[in-house]
């Protein structure tokens, strides 16, 4: 009986799960990641670099972000957990709906983190700084105060 419940819940998570997109072996050297915009959501200044999957789709995606320093993303939320791990570089995350509190963590080079999925949070970068992040599509970014969201700016 345990085995049929469990063979049960193994066939449902499976049913589940996104589809595999594709069956190649993918290896990327350090040097070869290819920069170019960052996503419209993020304020001007960051790169990006898709290693995986795509964004737009309910699929896996794993994205390299560039910030210089200085960079500041003001507080927002995601749909998804992403999960993050900071390449290179260093700056502070804040949970919170307003920037400045003292729910503040540091970030340094191999920091790992999954923040959960709509949890207001904040990030500042004091040196050049690259993220690896990796959450299933479609990729969304809210910024608590609609004002701050890049897209919403005159062009």
Same mark, same amino acid.
């Given at each position: &009986? ?7 819940? !193994?066939?449902?998570? !499976?049913?589940?799960? #996104? %589809?595999?997109?594709? $069956?190649?072996?993918?290896? &990327? %050297? ?8 960052? +996503?419209? $959501? ?12 795509? #964004? ?6 794993? &994205?390299?972000?560039?910030? /210089?320093?200085?960079?500041?993303? /003001? #507080? ?8 993050? @791990? ?17 729910? *503040?963590?540091?970030? @340094? =080079?191999?920091?790992? &983190?999954?923040? #959960? +999925?709509? =949890?207001?949070?904040?990030? *500042?970068?004091?040196?050049? *700084? ?11 970014? @809210?910024?608590?105060? +609609? ?9």
């Amino acid at each position: &009986m345990i085995k049929r419940i469990v063979a049960t819940a !193994c066939l449902a998570l !499976c049913a589940a799960a #996104p %589809a595999q997109q594709d $069956a190649r072996h993918i290896i &990327m %050297a350090p040097g070869a990641t290819k920069w170019g915009p960052a +996503p419209a $959501a993020l304020p001007a200044g960051a790169k990006s670099a898709l290693l995986y999957g795509d #964004p737009a789709k309910p699929e896996l995606f794993v &994205m390299r972000a560039w910030f /210089p320093k200085g960079y500041r993303i /003001p #507080p927002h939320t995601h749909a998804r957990a992403e999960v993050v @791990t900071v390449i290179s570089g260093s700056g502070v995350l804040g949970f919170g709906k307003v920037g400045g509190g003292r729910n *503040t963590h540091r970030l @340094t =080079t191999g920091t790992f &983190m999954v923040t #959960p +999925p709509d =949890t207001p949070h904040y990030v *500042t970068f004091d040196r050049d *700084t690259i993220l690896q992040l990796s959450t299933i599509g479609p990729w969304t970014l @809210t910024y608590v105060n +609609p004002a701050d969201d890049p897209r919403n700016k005159a062009h």
